[in-house]
């Protein structure tokens, strides 16, 4: 029913708590907002919708229909009656407040999703949904806590401000003639202190202030004009337009083409995105501006220069169809946003849109002859892939982290998973659950889960990996340029470790790590190759590949064949000076990872590559090697038990000669010696010398360092400065060139070099020498000039990063003789 009473009007439902008295501005108001009422209520019992009403300026009520589902199922639980455990749980949350969550406010304030019961028990994590109260639990309940105190508090602050409006007015702008004249929304105050904008409404008045309007006992209040004098703020962003200029965009322009919409700011601040309209600008800037005594402001590319900025997203998305995502489907079925790109890169999330596109690709579109792009999936297929999921968050409670305590803290974002995996990392979101599982929640039959660590807990136990990225620098690789070059992901790690995988944010570093970092006390750490990065780092390959088949190998018929795995490279490079001999990474080549432009190079015609050897041919080729091993089993050694236990890779040769050091591996054996092995005739090989018993040769060389500390020098300072390999060795001999490493050094003699009283040794020139002599040096770079088609240049190489820029620039042919563009190169060579 509703009850009308002056300027006073009051709903009231059977059953249900009374609503508080709603008070309008005049009786007339009041009666004809109760006749719209019966007349709205009517219809929306009819049509399954829920009538609420609230004042509103110049006494317009607000009506808001609530979905006839939520009713629906309202009237399904009222009809069903509750159990005697269920009716003690309902009385436990009244008598009990204590063990019981309160998420009511959080879900109406949309911090919660519906899904999220509005009671939660701390201790068992059941929880409860008020659709499915009782009765009498609504007029008992009443709102929370929380939001008891904070009407309170908001009441007695509203009390000062309409209590300072009248004593003190010069404080205070009025907005009421502004707001009748259309210069000022609807929705602005009518009054707003000048100083901390602290706004008031007449709509909310208290029943005292409304009186003293209505006997015009007011005092004059300073009106508000259209250049909005009232906020400080602007007043300092008009300053700042005119005395900062590099960092506002100015839009006048493309508002004038069209390129964007005629409401769009004129002026928009590069870092905040503060915008400032030329409609609202102070009289003096008014006058600056028309006069032409401005400053000239950076201006944004057109739609023009939009399109040519894209134009490799859109080769991208052509040439490489793989790594981009459609989404006009869902689009097409209003399941995203319009406003949603309808391609997005799976990698570096850009996106495109079909209006954008070039008039030759946008004819492509519309023709349907386009590359087959991976379809994002709709939501019913997104419930049917995270099926398994699902399962497992039921089934294996341990394997996933709760993030529903944290969400609902505000320590992590509303839209983080509520639960996550420990082992494969993907999350879950309640309210993209499937029925049945919605179920499940809303009933409580559901397991414990551990809940997530915390911020703090989380940086407490990434400490030691941050004391780790500066102490073991050698073990980690640094993101940072590449994600602000957007070749990767901005979530990648900035930091990440090569043996684990695991990832350091710089967002979440302690202090100590931010002021190493701001005062550039860091350690050396090598850049990380991101997949882009890779293919950009291939590029020399590809162009290797085109130019110098006799480099490489095909494996594309082992592939077809099976021979070898799916995964096999289709091109291996040969083992020649640029390959293993280098140093440098080994050549491999995949079609599917080759960029654009080498697409289309490798569609037209291509030159005859080497096929790549079978294993079989592989294996014939190591026939003489495998009859040395039979014949002079005393000269290779046999590292099968090393590689079980762990002492060597697992990629170590089974056998290695003793002086040539040729490898074997047991893979490799030709078909009539593997079954001679399997029938037992295997050749007795001696075992190759463990790792403590290869320190312990070296015991006499350490004596000599600590003994004789004159014949060795200190390669320590080369080592950590980066002018020689990481593998060089710490200290070295200076007649025989015999090195020693400190990884290798046995306990005893590691604590004496250490320590305090050590010996001191002299340190190798920090510049690159050479064992030739003079004579010898010049006549190889008289060679180089004389005879260049017997050398190979890779300066070329270096450049591109094909090669180790410690590798030489110039190798012969013939002898493998290196020469550095160095000190050692002659006068007349230089010139």
């Known amino acids: 029913g509703i009850v009308c009473q002056g300027r006073s009007l009051q709903c009231v439902r059977v059953g249900c708590e009374t609503m508080p008295a709603q008070r309008f501005r005049t009786a007339c108001a009041a009666q004809w907002i109760a006749s719209l009422a019966l007349v709205v209520g009517l219809y929306g019992r009819l049509a399954g919708l829920q009538l609420v009403i609230r004042p509103s300026y110049l006494g ?435 930091f990440r470790c090569k043996e684990s995988g695991t990832g350091l944010w710089l967002n979440s570093a302690p202090e100590f790590v931010t002021a190493k970092i701001a005062a550039k006390q860091t350690p050396p750490w090598k850049e990380g190759r991101s997949p882009a990065l890779k293919k950009l780092a291939a590029v020399p390959l590809w162009n290797s590949l085109l130019n110098q088949p006799d480099m490489w190998l095909d494996c594309r018929g082992l592939k077809a064949e099976g021979v070898v795995s799916a995964n096999y490279p289709d091109f291996k490079q040969q083992d020649t000076e640029s390959g293993s001999e280098s140093g440098a990474e080994s050549g491999a080549l995949w079609l599917n990872e080759a960029p654009v432009e080498m697409k289309a190079k490798l569609s037209g015609k291509l030159p005859k590559w080497p096929a790549a050897p079978s294993p079989a041919e592989k294996a014939e080729a190591t026939r003489p090697l495998w009859a040395s091993l039979f014949n002079e089993p005393c000269m290779w050694l046999d590292y099968r ?55 312990e040769t070296f015991r006499p060389l350490w004596n000599s360092l600590l003994t004789q500390p004159r014949e060795w020098l200190d390669c320590r300072r080369r080592k950590a400065a980066g002018n020689v390999s990481p593998k060089y060795p710490d200290f070295k001999q200076k007649s025989t060139g015999e090195g020693l490493w400190l990884n290798s050094a046995l306990a005893e003699f590691s604590e004496k070099i250490h320590a305090k009283g050590a010996p001191t040794w002299a340190l190798e020139p920090m510049t690159q020498t050479s064992d030739r002599s003079e004579e010898e040096e010049e006549e190889l770079w008289m060679s180089l000039f004389e005879e260049p088609e017997n050398w190979a240049d890779y300066r070329l190489n270096k450049t591109e990063g094909s090669v180790k820029s410690k590798y030489p620039d110039f190798k012969h042919k013939v002898s493998k003789e290196a020469l550095w563009l160095g000190s050692s190169k002659p006068l007349w060579g230089a010139e």
Do not use: C
């Open 60 to 494: 317009r009520p607000l009506l808001r229909a609530q979905s006839s589902v939520r009713l629906a199922a309202r009237r399904r639980k009222e009809e069903a009656p509750l159990s005697p455990k269920e009716e003690k749980l309902w009385r436990s949350v009244l008598d009990e407040p204590e063990k019981w969550k309160d998420g009511r406010e959080l879900k109406r304030r949309g911090r919660l999703p519906l899904t999220i019961p509005d009671f939660l028990n701390k201790e068992t994590g059941r929880g409860l949904f008020l659709e499915s109260a009782p009765p009498w639990f609504p007029m008992k309940a009443g709102p929370s806590p929380e939001v008891l105190l904070k009407r309170k508090a908001k009441k007695n602050i509203h009390k000062v401000h309409w209590k300072l409006l009248f004593e003190k007015p010069e404080m205070w702008l009025d907005y009421r003639k502004m707001k009748i004249r259309g210069e000022a929304p609807i929705r602005h105050p009518d009054f707003k202190h000048k100083e901390n904008d602290d706004p008031l409404w007449l709509s909310m008045a208290p029943e005292t202030v409304n009186a003293r309007f209505e006997l015009g006992l007011e005092p004059k209040w300073e009106e508000a004009s259209v250049f909005y004098k009232e906020v400080g703020a602007a007043a300092s962003l008009w300053s700042s337009l005119l005395d900062q200029p590099e960092a506002w965009i100015d839009y006048r322009d493309l508002k004038a083409v069209g390129d964007v919409p005629s409401q769009y700011p004129d002026f928009k601040h590069r870092e905040s995105s503060e915008s400032l309209w030329l409609n609202g600008a102070p009289s003096d800037v008014s006058e600056r501006i028309a006069l032409g005594r401005v400053p000239k402001w950076p201006t944004p590319p057109g739609r023009a220069g939009i399109y040519a900025a894209q134009q490799p997203l859109w080769s991208s998305l052509f040439g490489e169809p793989d790594k981009w995502m459609d989404y006009r489907a869902l689009k097409a079925g209003g399941e995203i946003s319009p406003n949603f790109p309808d391609f997005k890169h799976r990698e570096t999330r850009d996106g495109l849109w079909r209006d954008s596109a070039p008039a030759a690709l946008a004819a492509k579109l519309a023709s349907g002859h386009v590359p087959a792009w991976k379809v994002a999936r709709s939501k019913d297929e997104r419930f049917k892939a995270a099926r398994p999921l699902w399962t497992s968050l039921l089934e294996q409670p341990y394997d996933w982290y709760d993030y529903r305590k944290l969400k609902s803290s505000g320590n992590v974002s509303a839209k983080f998973p509520d639960f996550k995996s420990r082992k494969g990392g993907q999350g879950l979101w309640l309210d993209g659950a499937a029925d049945e599982v919605t179920a499940r929640f809303a009933k409580g039959r559901v397991p414990t889960w551990q809940e997530a660590p915390s911020w703090e807990e989380r940086a407490k136990s990434a400490l030691p990996l941050w004391k780790s990225l500066f102490e073991k620098h050698e073990k980690w690789q640094d993101y940072r340029s590449q994600k602000q070059a957007r070749l990767i992901s901005e979530k990648h790690p900035d």
């Open 641 to 695: 038990q090393l590689k079980t236990f762990g002492d060597v890779s697992i990629r170590h040769p089974d056998f290695k000669h003793r002086d040539s050091a040729e490898p074997l591996w047991l893979g490799t054996i030709p078909e009539d010696l593997a079954e001679s092995i399997a029938a037992g005739k295997m050749p007795s090989v001696p075992a190759a010398p463990t790792r403590a018993e290869i320190m």
